[in-house]
């Protein structure tokens, strides 16, 4: 072997162990992007199933509210309803996805007033339901008109074309049947739903869940009715018992509480009319009586009403005189009225008249 030939084997031998450890290393390296490959390839499929799935949901979602979060608490304000922006954001995302409305929260911190601000500001048709113990199912969803039913078979005629007693015109027009059967969307405002009793709340089930009613005898095959359009329910809790949780589940729930100052202010700008200096001393005022320890704190209508007792009897001013004449909107028990005097008269020179 010539010397050059010695060289190159011994340059052959050397590199041997690294190129060993190259194909080794890349063999290793081989398994993860093999691996990599594939999750990348997954992960554009997932993105793909999510973007078409968000297309779909955004599009039965838009049918059934098509306003924004911001355009839907700009509609309340107009009709004199302030809701704070994350409140908004979650009666918004609820309405979209046609669920039933729970609203908790104190007594006078405006539950009942959303349903009915919504509707005005949608234009939409709107139905009332008081609830209460002795409610019983029939009186609200399924009925059959039985005397006209009677009065209809009695003045049938031989010859004539015999009645059909178990159509839609024989059932008696109740709360739950006049808002499926309605063509324009309809907002149901069930009222204290806390205080209906078992049978009658169990009743509401099924209506909540698929918006829909079963009548049993009805004639032409069809036991069951849809709602025609669409059809927004609210509910109402003071928190009287707790609701099962088969009701629960087909509800979700907003909780509403007193509103911060700043948002007072504005209801109480709108509603009285007031300048907005004068509204946010009356809504520091209220504030600070329902720190204090009161068997019942003034509500959003006690505020508004002691607002414009304000401005009629007192010109805009807040002094011991014209809180001993107004007392009354703001503390409802002898005890209640001793804090509430005491307290107001040591800030009563902070707030003394309309700027």
């Not at 355009?71 to 809701?83: I, K, P, T």
């Not at 109402?236 to 729930?253: C, I, Q």
């Not at 509603?271 to 504030?287: I, S, T, Y």
């Not at 304000?310 to 001013?317: E, F, S, Y």
Request: charged share 25%; with cysteine; glycine share 6%.
């Amino acid at each position: 072997m010539s010397q050059m030939g010695a060289t190159l084997a011994r340059t052959a031998a050397a590199a041997l162990p690294a190129l060993a450890a190259l194909a080794l290393g890349a063999a290793a390296l081989a398994g993860p992007w093999r691996q990599w490959r594939r999750l990348y390839r997954r992960e554009l499929g997932n993105q793909r199933l999510l973007l078409e799935a968000q297309r779909r949901i955004r599009e039965e979602a838009d049918r059934m509210f098509h306003l924004s979060a911001e355009e839907l608490r700009a509609a309340l304000q107009s009709q004199g309803y302030y809701l704070d922006p994350l409140r908004a954001g979650r009666l918004w995302a609820y309405l979209r996805q046609g669920k039933p409305v729970g609203l908790r929260g104190e007594p006078g911190v405006g539950k009942s007033q959303l349903p009915e601000a919504f509707a005005r500001a949608m234009g939409y048709h709107f139905i009332d339901l008081e609830c209460h113990s002795q409610l019983e199912a029939d009186e609200i969803g399924i009925a059959w008109n039985g005397f006209k039913q009677i009065v209809d078979a009695q003045t049938y005629r031989a010859g004539e074309p015999k009645p059909d007693l178990y159509t839609l015109e024989y059932l008696t027009p109740t709360p739950l049947l006049e808002s499926l059967l309605s063509e324009r969307p309809t907002v149901v405002r069930v009222d204290e739903v806390d205080k209906l009793n078992e049978h009658t709340a169990n009743f509401f089930l099924r209506y909540l869940d698929k918006k829909e009613l079963v009548v049993h005898n009805l004639s032409g095959g069809k036991r069951t009715l849809r709602a025609r359009a669409p059809l927004y329910i609210f509910l109402t809790s003071n928190e009287y018992r707790r609701l099962d949780p088969a009701f629960m589940r087909r509800t979700v729930w907003l909780d509403l509480e007193f509103p911060s100052e700043p948002i007072l202010a504005q209801i109480l700008a709108s509603a009285v009319g007031v300048p907005p200096d004068f509204a946010a001393r009356v809504a520091r005022v209220v504030h600070q009586v329902r720190q204090l320890n009161l068997a019942k704190k003034p509500s959003i209508a006690e505020a508004i009403e002691w607002c414009r007792a304000l401005v009629d009897v007192a010109g805009g001013q807040i002094t011991p005189q014209s809180v001993e004449l107004t007392i009354g909107f703001l503390a409802k028990w002898p005890e209640d009225e001793a804090l509430v005097r005491e307290a107001l008269r040591r800030w009563y020179d902070t707030f003394s008249r309309v700027g």
